[in-house]
């Protein structure tokens, strides 16, 4: 089963740099071997179930690790022909 999952780390000032509870769970994420989409308003990272959930998990402990006080997360089952890799 693959994966397709969106999530938005909180607070969000909207100007400067990303706060560190976004670029670290970028990074995690990408530690993990899986590839990322890093927005302005949130990150997108798909892959297998298998893989993909427990490093959901990895994330949230990591943006909470780093200062974030509310995680937005949303998880779809990709269809075929998505990019999800």
Known sequence: MRL????????FDGEGDPPPHATETFAALEKLGLTC????????V???GAVLLPALQEML???FANGATRVTLQVEQAGDGERAQ
């Open 4 to 11: 397709r999952a969106e999530f938005t780390t909180e607070p």
């Open 37 to 44: 989409e890093f927005g302005p308003l949130g990150t997108e």
């Open 46 to 48: 798909a892959g297998p």
């Open 61 to 63: 402990a990591v943006a």
